[in-house]
């Protein structure tokens, strides 16, 4: 499922669930009855080879085993092992990890810290449900986004409580006061970093908050969740689409989870 920013300011986010070469449309769904029925077959997403299970949200097992983006690495960039000469994939490493990075502030669940690649803005916040984000800090590298990452998570979760995101229990909250906040309480901190890792290393940046709006008519008072792998059949009317997850009136389900699933839509 592809989500993206609206044309217009102030619309909501749009949803499309990827089927082949094809973008089926999810909004107009909202209020309609839905079926997704899991055939039994799962792709691997990276060579197209059928496996039994899915590892790492769509891949088979030596795929996860071999790729740098399977590695456990990419979730705690803080313990990179380039400079070792033990990267899976040095190719990848350099066109993915040695690039611009960003640390965000994030209003999903209440507020979080996060880090994306540069690239992958608005694509992670709207992936995570946030109906707030705010860029803080830009960096050289992935392993530098998690130095700086392991510093707020001493002031800040980077978790997001997923049923509370779904329930819509969100207020808003002022992300500028946040930041601020933030960048002076951890001031001794990223003067530390910057004198490892040089002083242009780590830059504060001036944003403003971004705000999204979900295609939500009902959100769930109790959060249930679909899952292919015990019940290959999901049906209910769609309610709404937040973060990865579509909401039906029978329960919800995570799409992201079953990536490369083979699923038939009616
Ligand atoms: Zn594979």
Request: proline share 5%.
């Amino acid at each position: 499922m592809s989500a993206t920013l609206p044309d217009q300011l102030g619309d909501k986010v749009v949803y499309h669930l990827r089927a082949g070469d094809q973008e089926i449309p999810l909004n107009s769904r909202i209020g309609m009855p839905l079926s997704l029925e899991w055939s039994g077959a799962i792709a691997c997403t990276h060579c197209g080879r059928a496996t039994k299970k899915s590892f790492a949200q769509g891949h088979c097992y030596p795929c996860f085993k071999r790729l740098a983006q399977c590695d456990t690495c990419i979730m705690k960039p803080e313990t990179c092992h380039f400079f070792l000469g033990t990267c899976r994939e040095p190719e990848w490493g350099e066109t993915h990890c040695f690039q611009p990075h960003i640390v965000y502030l994030a209003n999903s669940s209440g507020l979080k810290v996060g880090i994306t690649r540069k690239t992958q803005m608005p694509t992670r916040w709207l992936d995570q449900g946030a109906i707030q984000a705010l860029p803080i800090l830009e960096v050289n590298t992935r392993q530098q986004s998690g130095f700086v990452e392991m510093l707020f998570k001493e002031q800040v979760s980077d978790r997001t409580n997923w049923r509370a995101m779904l329930k819509g229990e969100v207020e808003p909250l002022d992300l500028n006061a946040e930041r601020n906040r933030l960048l002076d309480v951890l001031s001794d901190g990223l003067d530390k970093l910057r004198d490892l890792h040089g002083q242009d290393a780590i830059r504060t940046l001036d944003e403003a908050p971004h705000a999204f709006d979900y295609p939500v008519e009902t959100f769930p008072r109790k959060v249930v969740s679909h899952n292919f792998d015990k019940q290959p059949r999901v049906e209910g009317v769609l309610q709404g689409i937040k973060g990865q997850y579509l909401i039906l009136d029978t329960g919800v389900i995570n799409l992201r989870k079953f990536t490369g699933y083979e699923i038939s839509l009616t």
